[in-house]
């Protein structure tokens, strides 16, 4: 069975950082490109990052550009996403994500398996 | 960057009834490479549809994709009380990520 378990959220200033991570098993890790997407409080669905099976290929959303950072341990199945100067419209339940199919970059497949998110919270 | 419409934003409807739901790229979207999820309160997203019309594993036949190029349509035959939720289109296949469209809700009339 898949499970992606995610970690690491919590209220944070702004201005500071949080590391998230997410743990996985059931599958083989380093076939698979594995994304961060977020949800903010009532609102849809925001792609964050994606990195490809062998970290190749990165991609991030602009609204996280250069304060994100994306990056994957397979050795040990997990995902993370490191996010200095944290806003407050980054304020969000944050999904580890798991791409349907084998690709060498990223999103060549939707999603198939999600985890259930920790929850980000920037506040003064 | 592709961006995705989708309408209405809200459906009420009662079960048994036949939704349709609408989803429509800036651009024509590559080899219908367009998703559909589903996603109930306290919940992940549940992948319905790939590629436009296939049903991912253990998905319902009352549910239903079509289109191609800029316009794409999820339908529901009959809804059931399970059914109601909020339901998500997704372009893939432009690396490195995705875009999502702004959702439309299914509710209980």
């Known amino acids: 069975e898949v499970q992606l378990v995610e970690s690491g959220g919590g209220l944070v200033q702004p201005g500071r950082s949080l590391r998230l991570s997410c743990a996985a098993s059931?599958?083989?890790?380093?076939?698979?490109?594995m994304h961060w997407v977020r949800q903010a409080p009532g609102k849809g669905l925001e792609w964050v990052s994606g990195?490809?099976?062998?970290?190749?290929?990165?991609g991030y959303a602009d609204s996280v550009k250069g304060r994100f950072t994306i990056s994957r341990d397979n050795a040990k199945n997990s995902l993370y996403l490191q996010m200095n100067s944290l806003r407050a419209e980054d304020t969000a339940l944050y999904y580890c994500?798991?791409?349907?199919?084998?690709?060498?970059?990223?999103?060549?497949?939707?999603?198939?398996?999600w985890g259930q998110g920790t929850l980000v919270t920037v506040s003064s | 960057e592709i961006v995705l419409t989708q309408s209405p934003g809200t459906l009420s409807l009662s079960p048994g009834e036949r939704a349709t739901l609408s989803c429509r790229a800036s651009?024509?979207?590559?080899?219908?490479?367009l998703a559909w999820y589903q996603q109930k309160p306290g919940q992940a997203p549940r992948l319905l549809i790939y590629?436009?019309?296939s049903r991912a594993t253990g998905i319902p036949d009352r549910f239903s994709g079509s289109g191609s190029g800029t316009d794409f349509t999820l339908t529901i035959s009959r809804l059931e009380p399970e059914d109601f939720a909020v339901y998500y289109c997704?372009?893939?296949?432009?690396?490195?990520?995705?875009?999502f469209g702004p959702g439309t809700k299914v509710d209980i009339k």
């Open positions: 590629g436009a019309s």
């Open positions: 994500a798991k791409e349907g199919g084998y690709c060498s970059s990223t999103s060549c497949f939707p999603i198939d398996y």
């Open positions: 997704q372009q893939y296949g432009s690396s490195p990520g995705f875009t």
């Open positions: 990195i490809s099976w062998n970290s190749g290929s990165i």
């Open positions: 651009q024509s979207v590559s080899s219908s490479y």
């Open positions: 059931g599958f083989t890790f380093d076939d698979y490109a």
